[in-house]
Structures are given as C-alpha cells and as structure tokens.
C-alpha cells in the first residue's frame, strides 16, 4: 500500500536546525510531488512548501522563505525538509503528504507527522 | 494568497443527525477544493477532492459540493468514529487550509 513514514521527534535549541524524513513506498515516486505540513500544538493546518520528485523543483511558503529546504533522494524514495533558524513558534507536529507533481492537487497519503520541539 | 474560511468553528451534533460544514475562499477556486478529517493523534485523512469526488474507502455519507468561493461538506448520519475536526484546503493557487470545524457530540 502507499505509505509515507517520516523519522522520530527532535527536540532543538532556540537557532539550531532540524531536518525531517519522509520514506515513501507503494507507488513511482518520481511521478509525484511531497508537501509539508506543519501544526503547532492545539493550532491548524500550514502549508509549508513543495517539491517535485520528478525534477526536484520546489516551492515554499512566503513566511518560511530562506529559513526550510526540501529536497529529495530518488535512490531511496526519501523526501527531506530542513528548517534552520529554529524558533519556538517552530514548535509543531510536521507532516509529510505526497501531492500533485507540478505542485497542485489533494493530499494522500500523509506521513504519521514528526513532532519537532523547539526548547532551550 | 486565498484566504479558506470555515464555519461553524464548533459544530455539536447528535449521532445518526445530520452535519453541514462550510467553506469559503476569498477568490474563486474552481473545483479545486479538498476536505480532509483528522482526529486527536492522527494525521489528517482525505476525504473528498474536486470539491465533490470521495477519496478511496470513504463512505457514502460523506458527500461535498460547491464550486467557486462556496463549498459544503456534508455527513448525511453522524456517526461515532465522525467526531473529529475538518479542514478544507484549496490547490488552485498553490495550497492553503481553512482553520477548521470541530464537529463535537451534542
């Protein structure tokens, strides 16, 4: 079955980095896209970004310009997403999902969410 | 960026009634609106996409409906498991969510 299964929670200090796994399996990666999603605690839903893992080209949220890469390893049907800077409003549940591959399109399946806890 | 604004915030239903969430985006979205459940702990699942069409295994009381900047997501029968909290999010121009509707038992 398709399946995204991302790494374990990460706990930081105030301006270090975190990056995040996101494994996928079942289906042709490359002829998809993954997002991430964030969700502070008791908060909604907030689109990150994108990237195409049949090019590797992205697109990110405005507010988190400069600060998250995403990337992708073709070889292993592995997406990455690195948030530096970190922050505590940084602090939320962050999702994978796997999308359309030019960017556009629902979300399905999502990842079970790495919690990144930001604390000094 | 499109603005998604859901209401109610809160909806109370009793199960085997009938729940009705809203959404609308600030600029026409065509038919490119998704619904997706999510329960404590979990992460959210997809529900309905093009603003109508049932993802996979989900049942028939879900139905959605709308298009432009005015959608509905409808539960015909609420039942146990329906108690969560919904979210809509268009990908006409690139993705952003509604804030939520907790649907909660009455």
């Known amino acids: 079955q398709v399946q995204l299964v991302q790494s374990g929670a990460e706990v930081k200090k105030p301006g270090a980095s975190v990056k995040v796994s996101c494994k996928a399996s079942g289906y042709t990666f490359t002829s998809y896209g993954i997002s991430w999603v964030r969700q502070a605690p008791g908060q909604g839903l907030e689109w990150m970004g994108w990237i195409s893992a049949y090019n590797g080209n992205t697109n990110y949220a405005q507010k988190l310009q400069g600060r998250v890469t995403m990337t992708t390893d073709t070889s292993t049907s592995t997406a990455y997403m690195e948030l530096r800077s970190l922050r505590s409003d940084d602090t939320a549940v962050y999702y994978c999902a796997r999308g359309g591959v030019v960017g556009l399109g629902w979300f399905d399946p999502w990842g079970q969410g790495t919690l990144v806890t930001v604390s000094s | 960026e499109i603005v998604m604004t859901q209401s109610p915030a809160t909806l109370s239903v009793s199960p085997g009634e009938r729940a009705t969430l809203s959404c609308r985006a600030s600029?026409?979205?065509?038919?490119?609106l998704a619904w997706y459940q999510q329960k404590p702990g979990q992460a959210p699942r997809l529900l309905i996409y093009?603003?109508?069409t049932r993802a996979t295994g989900i049942p028939a009381r879900f139905s959605g409906s709308g298009s432009g900047t005015e959608f509905t997501l409808t539960i015909s029968s609420l039942q146990s498991e329906d108690f969560a909290v919904y979210y809509c999010q268009q990908y006409n121009n690139w993705q952003t969510f509604g804030q939520g509707t907790k649907v909660e038992i009455k």
């Open positions: 600029q026409s979205v065509s038919s490119n």
């Open positions: 093009g603003a109508s």
